[in-house]
């Protein structure tokens, strides 16, 4: 046992999953304080992925909770300042590119205490996205990149960071490939949706560029009963910003009539790694579920321009269609044709052992 101490800043839904991956190991090698910033709280988002996935009861809790992304970051920096320089760990460990990964960098760097960050190099090249923003101002502070894709390594050379990058794989691949063989067995969620294996569709959206206003929620509407109608039935998972956004749209009465639309709330990450790979195919605007797709061997097709998911894409698993119905139908068609025995080579995102790899590098990197 090191006499290490790590400080670890989570706060949304996937940080909790690639927390899993990482928590547990640590523990047994150095001394790891857990902060919840807050930024997601209601039972669905936060508290069920700590149960199901086994991750440590955080050991302080910021409550920050929604707000502007001003308002977020800054209040998760003031819950945070005074914490880290009362815990004085050896490092900060942040993960992703959420406000929670931005605002405990910028603490980290202002307090001088090194930071390591998970996901590293990830880039869409598209700074409209907040997450950008938030990953680029993440790796400029961090002095160990930790890089799930040989890609991320390259992203992070070109901008002249690649002395602290180290490609280690993807913490979410190894949750996937160990939690979804379980999640298909232990979850009864195909037989609560009344599903079958193969037949049915499964969407999520939550990107600020999809489900903010009623411009691109009308084209993301149309395009999930289109989905439905041709490849249904398609379930629907709605996390809270969507729903808050069809609802004061009126397009919430819209979905609920259309056929074989199944909507429903976010789901627990069992019942949610069984209805992937039960699906006939995805239809994502999320990060990670292109990746977990790809790992579970359905096909995807997301909904957005570019990808920092790359691999997923070259490999033929995915398919960028932003909002256009059109391409989106075609894809499906495609990809849905296309799939018969083909498997995906998941050594894409590393040996299983990402989780693993950053507890030695983080250990190495501070002794
Ligand atoms: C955030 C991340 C995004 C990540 C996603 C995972 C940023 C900038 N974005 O987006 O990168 O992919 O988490 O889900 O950090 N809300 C609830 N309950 C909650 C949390 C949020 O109802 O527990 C509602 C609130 O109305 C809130 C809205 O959802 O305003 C958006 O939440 P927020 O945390 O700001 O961003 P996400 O869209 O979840």
Same mark, same amino acid.
Not at 1 to 6: D, E, F, G, L, V
Not at 237 to 247: E, K
Not at 314 to 320: D, F, I, K
């Given at each position: 046992? /090191?006499?290490?101490?790590?400080?670890?800043?989570?706060?949304?839904?996937?940080?909790?999953?690639?927390?899993?991956?990482?928590?547990?190991?640590? !523990? +047994? *090698?150095?001394?790891?304080?857990?902060?919840?910033?807050? +930024?997601?709280?209601?039972?669905?988002? /936060?508290?069920?992925?700590?149960?199901?996935?086994?991750?440590?009861?955080?050991?302080? *809790? &910021?409550?920050?909770? /929604?707000?502007?992304?001003?308002? +977020?970051?800054?209040?998760?920096?003031?819950?945070?300042? =005074?914490?880290?320089?009362?815990?004085?760990?050896?490092?900060?460990?942040?993960?992703?590119?959420?406000?929670?990964?931005?605002? $405990?960098?910028?603490?980290?760097?202002?307090?001088?205490?090194?930071?390591?960050?998970? @996901?590293?190099?990830?880039?869409?090249?598209?700074?409209?996205?907040?997450?950008?923003?938030?990953?680029?101002?993440?790796?400029?502070?961090?002095?160990?990149?930790?890089?799930?894709?040989?890609?991320?390594?390259?992203?992070?050379? !070109?901008?002249?960071?690649?002395?602290?990058?180290?490609?280690?794989?993807?913490?979410?691949?190894?949750?996937?490939?160990?939690?979804?063989?379980?999640?298909?067995?232990?979850?009864? $969620?195909?037989?609560?949706?009344?599903?079958? !294996?193969?037949?049915?569709?499964?969407?999520?959206?939550?990107?600020?560029?999809?489900?903010?206003?009623?411009?691109?929620?009308?084209?993301?509407?149309?395009?999930?009963?289109? /989905?439905? #109608?041709?490849?249904?039935?398609?379930?629907? =998972?709605?996390?809270?910003?969507?729903?808050?956004?069809?609802? #004061?749209?009126?397009?919430?009465?819209?979905?609920?009539?259309? =056929?074989?639309?199944?909507?429903?709330?976010?789901?627990?990450?069992?019942?949610?790694?069984?209805?992937?790979?039960?699906?006939?195919?995805?239809?994502?605007?999320?990060?990670?579920? *292109?990746?977990?797709?790809?790992?579970?061997?359905?096909?995807?097709?997301?909904?957005?321009? +570019?990808?920092?998911?790359? @691999?997923?894409?070259?490999?033929?698993?995915?398919?960028?269609?932003?909002?256009?119905?059109?391409?989106?139908?075609?894809?499906?068609?495609?990809?849905?044709?296309?799939?018969?025995?083909?498997?995906?080579?998941?050594?894409?995102?590393?040996?299983?052992?990402?989780?693993?790899?950053?507890?030695?590098? &983080?250990?190495?990197?501070?002794?």
């Amino acid at each position: 046992m /090191s006499a290490m101490k790590i400080l670890t800043v989570v706060g949304n839904r996937p940080q909790f999953v690639k927390a899993a991956a990482v928590s547990g190991l640590l !523990r +047994q *090698q150095a001394t790891e304080v857990l902060v919840h910033t807050g +930024q997601h709280y209601d039972r669905e988002l /936060s508290a069920v992925f700590f149960e199901e996935l086994g991750v440590p009861p955080p050991e302080h *809790q &910021l409550g920050v909770g /929604s707000g502007s992304h001003a308002a +977020q970051t800054g209040e998760t920096m003031v819950g945070l300042e =005074p914490l880290i320089e009362a815990e004085r760990p050896d490092a900060v460990l942040v993960y992703g590119d959420t406000n929670a990964t931005l605002a $405990a960098a910028l603490v980290a760097a202002k307090l001088a205490v090194p930071l390591a960050h998970v @996901e590293a190099g990830m880039r869409s090249f598209d700074r409209g996205m907040p997450e950008e923003v938030n990953r680029i101002a993440a790796d400029r502070f961090s002095a160990l990149l930790l890089c799930s894709t040989a890609t991320a390594v390259a992203n992070l050379e !070109r901008e002249g960071l690649g002395e602290g990058a180290r490609l280690i794989g993807d913490v979410m691949a190894d949750v996937a490939l160990r939690i979804g063989p379980i999640a298909a067995r232990r979850s009864e $969620a195909l037989a609560r949706f009344g599903l079958e !294996r193969g037949g049915y569709l499964l969407a999520t959206a939550h990107r600020a560029g999809n489900v903010d206003g009623p411009a691109a929620l009308t084209r993301l509407v149309d395009l999930l009963c289109r /989905s439905a #109608a041709e490849f249904g039935p398609l379930v629907f =998972p709605i996390h809270p910003r969507t729903r808050a956004g069809l609802l #004061a749209t009126g397009l919430l009465a819209e979905l609920e009539r259309a =056929p074989g639309v199944e909507l429903c709330e976010p789901l627990g990450y069992l019942d949610f790694a069984c209805l992937l790979r039960g699906a006939r195919a995805v239809l994502t605007d999320s990060g990670g579920l *292109q990746k977990e797709a790809y790992l579970a061997g359905v096909p995807c097709v997301t909904l957005r321009e +570019q990808t920092e998911w790359v @691999e997923t894409v070259e490999s033929g698993w995915n398919r960028l269609v932003g909002l256009d119905a059109d391409a989106a139908l075609r894809s499906l068609g495609e990809l849905i044709e296309r799939r018969g025995d083909e498997r995906p080579d998941p050594s894409l995102y590393g040996d299983g052992e990402a989780g693993r790899h950053v507890v030695a590098e &983080l250990l190495a990197w501070l002794t």
